[in-house]
């Protein structure tokens, strides 16, 4: 007689869904620290639309004084601006910091220098 191995036991149905909840909990566990990770070595500021603009420099292309008419370039991109609520007009080609944004209108101002004071 030849013999014969004992049929083979498959798991039941919750087994296998236990394993694949484990599975998946770790996938999404891993993809979520890295995602965590990516997002801190990122500086933690996002990197794109008018919140990635924040803090951001630009030059002055046309006097910003309020008017709708003012513009600066920044990223490569003329964008409407106007001042600071404290800061004075800003004359063409005074270097600037972009400190919000108002609809699709940054607001800027000055680039400090070093000793902490304001451009004229």
Do not use: C, H, K, N
């Not at 600066?72 to 005074?94: D, I, K, N, Y």
């Amino acid at each position: 007689m030849i013999p014969v191995a004992a049929p083979l036991q498959l798991p039941s149905d919750l087994t296998l869904y236990v394993a694949g909840l484990a599975v998946l909990l770790l996938l999404l566990a891993a993809g979520g620290a890295a995602a965590y990770a990516a997002f801190r070595a990122s500086g933690g500021r996002p990197a794109t639309g008018l919140e990635g603009m924040i803090g951001e420099r630009g030059v002055v292309r046309r006097r910003v004084d309020g008017s709708p008419d003012g513009a600066v370039f920044v990223r490569g991109e003329l964008w409407r601006a106007v001042p600071e609520e404290s800061a004075s007009p800003l004359e063409e080609g005074t270097p600037v910091e972009v400190v919000a944004f108002r609809g699709m209108t940054l607001v800027v101002r000055p680039v400090r220098e070093e000793g902490g004071l304001s451009p004229p």
